[in-house]
T-cell receptor, first 114, second 111 residues
Framework: DGGITQSPKYLFRKEGQNVTLSCEQN?????MYWYRQDPGQGLRLIYY???????QKGDIAEGYSVSREKKESFPLTVTSAQKNPTAFYLC?????????????FGSGTRLTVV | QKEVEQNSGPLSVPEGAIASLNCTYS??????FFWYRQYSGKSPELIMS????GDKEDGRFTAQLNKASQYVSLLIRDSQPSDSATYLC???????????FGTGTRLLVSP
């Protein structure tokens, strides 16, 4: 079955540590996105990518980095510069950046600072 | 700042009733609109999309769009306790499809 796989489901980060969240899709979608969700704040866009080897900052990119070396993969690194990383992270994809079919979401990664 | 506004709720309805969820958007260039359902602790799931003024029905769900009023709604008929979730409204202005999400309305359907 096609879909988006995010791993791990739960992640604990120590202060000053970088962590990487995995996002893999086998839907052959061109565009991929990373969102952060905090209670009562809805989804906020971190980074997005329209094609391989290209990505753009979203509304809250500070303290995060991404890469898009393969069409199927769009990992997100939460760096030590991100001072409040505890949140629910969602990866999504769409067929093409200009299509109108909405996003498909992965199951999410819940990151907690310990 | 392009915004999508929703009442956070909770909206409480009895089982079998019609639930009406509303959303307004600020960008007049928005062309595509989506409703996502999100259960607690889970990721959003697309349930409806609408692109033209008027109504679009899919089973118990009806999406309504009024571009002149910049207003989108979702009606859920014969509401079930399993419909209890947060419903997110999203809008896109076409071109590069970067969705803008509302903060969601929490729906509670009581047996």
């Amino acid at each position: 079955d096609g879909g988006i796989t995010q791993s791990p489901k739960y992640l604990f980060r120590k202060e000053g540590q970088n962590v990487t969240l995995s996002c893999e899709q086998n839907l052959n979608h061109d565009a991929m996105y990373w969102y952060r969700q905090d209670p009562g704040q809805g989804l906020r866009l971190i980074y997005y990518s329209q094609i391989v080897n290209d990505f753009q900052k979203g509304d809250i990119a500070e303290g995060y980095s991404v890469s898009r070396e393969k069409k199927e993969s769009f990992p997100l690194t939460v760096t030590s510069a991100q001072k409040n990383p505890t949140a629910f992270y969602l990866c999504a994809s769409s067929i093409h950046p200009s299509d109108n079919y909405g996003y498909t979401f992965g199951s999410g990664t819940r990151l907690t600072v310990v | 700042q392009k915004e999508v506004e929703q009442n956070s709720g909770p909206l409480s309805v009895p089982e079998g009733a019609i639930a009406s969820l509303n959303c307004t958007y600020s960008d007049r260039g928005s062309q595509s609109f989506f409703w996502y359902r999100q259960y607690s602790g889970k990721s959003p799931e697309l349930i409806m999309s609408i692109y033209s003024n008027g109504d679009k029905e899919d089973g118990r769900f009806t999406a309504q769009l009024n571009k002149a009023s910049q207003y989108v709604s979702l009606l859920i008929r014969d509401s079930q306790p399993s419909d209890s979730a947060t419903y997110l409204c999203a809008a896109s202005n076409g071109g590069f499809q970067k969705l803008v999400f509302g903060t969601g309305t929490r729906l509670l359907v009581s047996p």
